[in-house]
């Protein structure tokens, strides 16, 4: 059974583009948001040399999802100061520490692991980190200990407007709410969700485009097959996991390989369109 919780953002710099502590209750971490044009000013703060594990974002050049870089830092500010001299990409640092000290190097290290590791399988960013540290060698008790943060973590997230680390949630696949798309060598199932438009794993996108295709569409994807997203077939292109798209449009432009409005060209199984589902809703 899913606990309301509180999750408190103070602004200091009274702009909401600028620097953010987190806290949630019943919980002794902490979190910061800290944009890169203000660390210069902001690593002198109390939380920047403790211990923590930290997460570095930005756009990225080569797709729609956005750049990321996990890591850990003893203390934190020394490892933010490198990479301020010598990564391009971030526009931004998301970091936790614990209130009481109580993170240590092997915490940090296990919670660097297991951050990279859901976001290698979640598929929703680019990662800079080149590989996985493997988990260190701890107590079970340091376990527990670390795999609480861990979840605390992953609840601040979202609400942060970070969802990379997290897979798509199964969702009741309710009969009424289904959506089906259908085309030459295109077929697909999906869903209107919280997370956006949900296609589920098994749909099958047409491999060819057409000449108007937007580069935008060509490119992701391009993107999801380099990330096994998409796998090659014979004759189309199919889908290993639910995967999440920006828009209706965005994911039958990907499955029909053209571009596409996703309002009329998802139906129910009545034959439908989801525009005419949500004018009915309106009224």
Not at 26 to 31: Q, R
Not at 214 to 236: Q, T
Not at 264 to 274: C, H, N, P, Q, Y
Request: proline share 6%; with cysteine; glycine share 6%.
């Amino acid at each position: 059974m899913k606990r309301p919780y509180t999750i408190k953002i103070y602004l200091p710099e009274g702009t909401p583009d600028g620097l953010k502590i987190i806290e949630k209750s019943n919980w002794n971490g902490k979190g910061v948001v800290c944009p890169r044009s203000t660390f210069p000013e902001n690593k002198k703060r109390e939380e920047f040399p403790r211990t923590g594990i930290y997460i570095l974002l930005g756009p990225s050049e080569q797709s729609d999802v956005p750049m990321i870089y996990v890591g850990q830092g003893d203390p934190i500010r020394r490892r933010l100061d490198s990479h301020y001299a010598k990564k391009d990409f971030w526009t931004r640092a998301v970091f936790f520490v614990s209130k009481d000290d109580n993170l240590n190097k092997a915490h940090v290290g296990y919670l660097e692991s297991k951050l990279i590791t859901l976001a290698t399988e979640a598929k929703r960013c680019l990662l800079d980190n080149q590989n996985c540290p493997a988990l260190p060698s701890m107590s079970e008790m340091d376990v527990a200990d670390a795999e609480g943060f861990l979840d605390e973590i992953l609840l601040c997230l979202p609400v942060l407007g970070i969802n990379e680390f997290n897979k798509s949630k199964p969702v009741a696949r309710e009969e009424k709410k289904r959506l089906f798309l259908k085309g030459p060598k295109c077929q697909a199932v999906g869903m209107e969700t919280p997370d956006g438009f949900l296609v589920f794993e098994g749909a099958r996108a047409r491999k060819e485009e057409t000449s108007s295709t937007h580069k935008y569409i060509s490119d992701l994807r391009a993107n999801l097959l380099e990330r096994k997203v998409l796998e090659e077939k014979d004759d189309y292109f199919l889908l290993l996991q639910d995967y999440p798209f920006g828009s209706p449009s965005t994911a039958a432009a990907v499955f029909m390989g053209r571009n596409a409005n996703g309002r009329t060209e998802w139906k129910d199984a009545d034959g439908k369109t989801l525009k005419e589902i949500q004018e009915a809703d309106s009224d």
